[in-house]
């Protein structure tokens, strides 16, 4: 769990210790520093993806920097000097000194904060030979480092806001104690065979998106709906007693997902409950009271209605429920960018919703 391989963007075999989630803040700068006296050099890449010659942003960025440039190369000449695979851009490689940090420092929060044309892409730290100590491909919200599980635990000792992907968290307990003293923003539950969510979970005051995958919990506890900082919620599990209406609490949340009959310990003969016997079959009407909600989507429910009060949504999808025909509020919804009510009898498509033109 805590030690991955796979191909990155650059093509090469990945042996790392993995982030659960982008180090920022404080977090962020005492890495930096961290990364600054490990290594000699740092690697930031301009796509060049715009007929522009500078985007603003990046250009701001490479002239700081320029004082501290050993080499840029194409990608053609990175993938001759390491036999790796690049894409395209020009690669830019620098100095790891006291005011080349202070920069890093100036104009990032995070490491996720580095995506072109925001700014240069990919923050890397490079080892002697040129490979990665430290890496990010930041489109795909993957970050890491060269080192091993007992220094990644002793960097976590260190720096509160590090919460590597460590084997020891394949036991639920300690992954939940060092996402809470980390304060994570991301928090992933799956395939621990929980039967209930700790109220314990009520300490994680930072995070942003949670997800659940956990075929056994049956209800939602109040302590869920206490995360006052959640924006994305997303839950898979065989059924579901129902959304508490404590939901309308999650001021901030804007994305909500319910799969039921959902199993990740598949056992000979299990099957999901028939739609028609599922617990979950009901929205509670609070929901419209999450006004920053945009996006609903349930899978596999015994759903047969859908409150009005969802009419200020832009992306709805319940599919493969109980609903007979097209909710009349749905039709009204022109602003909607993207509705699937399929596996009903009587479906809608945004095509007939919107508006036909003139010449058609």
Not at 58 to 75: A, D, G, Q
Not at 266 to 288: A, H, N, Q, T, Y
Request: aromatic share 8%; proline share 5%; net charge negative.
């Amino acid at each position: 769990m805590g030690l991955e391989r796979g191909k990155g963007e650059r093509g090469y075999d990945l042996v790392a210790v993995s982030f659960h989630t982008d180090p920022r803040g404080s977090a962020y700068e005492q890495l930096i520093d961290e990364l600054i006296e490990k290594t000699n050099r740092f690697l930031l890449v301009d796509r060049r993806r715009y007929n522009d010659d500078e985007v603003p942003g990046v250009s701001k960025v490479l002239r700081k920097l320029k004082p501290y440039l050993i080499e840029s190369c194409t990608m053609e000449e990175m993938m001759m000097q390491s036999g790796a695979m690049y894409s395209k851009g020009v690669y830019y490689i620098y100095r790891c000194t006291p005011e080349s940090r202070q920069i890093l420092k100036e104009v990032a929060n995070r490491f996720q904060d580095w995506l072109y044309p925001l700014l240069p892409d990919d923050l890397c730290f490079l080892k002697e030979d040129g490979s990665d100590y430290f890496f990010s491909v930041v489109h795909e919200e993957i970050y890491g480092m060269k080192i091993t599980q007992a220094e990644a635990i002793e960097l976590m000792e260190r720096i509160p806001g590090l919460f590597f992907r460590l084997d020891r968290h394949r036991e639920f307990e300690r992954y939940l104690d060092d996402a809470i003293r980390h304060q994570t923003d991301v928090l992933q539950i799956s395939s621990y065979h929980l039967t209930e969510i700790p109220e314990r979970i009520r300490e994680l005051t930072h995070v942003k998106k949670l997800e659940i995958f956990e075929q056994d919990i049956f209800r939602l506890p109040p302590a869920l709906f206490e995360l006052k900082t959640l924006e994305e919620l997303e839950i898979m599990t065989a059924d579901l007693e129902g959304i508490p209406k404590g939901i309308s609490q999650l001021k901030q949340l804007q994305r909500l997902t319910v799969c039921c009959g959902s199993s990740h310990h598949v056992v000979p003969g299990w099957r999901p409950k028939p739609k028609s016997e599922l617990c979950f079959d009901s929205l509670p009407e609070e929901i419209g009271e999450l006004t920053e909600l945009v996006s609903l989507n349930i899978s596999y429910s015994g759903i047969r209605e859908l409150p009005p009060e969802l009419e200020r949504l832009r992306y709805l999808g319940v599919t493969n429920s109980l609903i007979e025909e097209t909710p009349e509020f749905v039709s009204r919804m022109t602003w909607l960018q993207h509705v699937d009510l399929s596996s009903t009898r009587v479906g809608i498509s945004l095509e007939e919703i919107l508006p036909k033109k003139d010449d058609e």
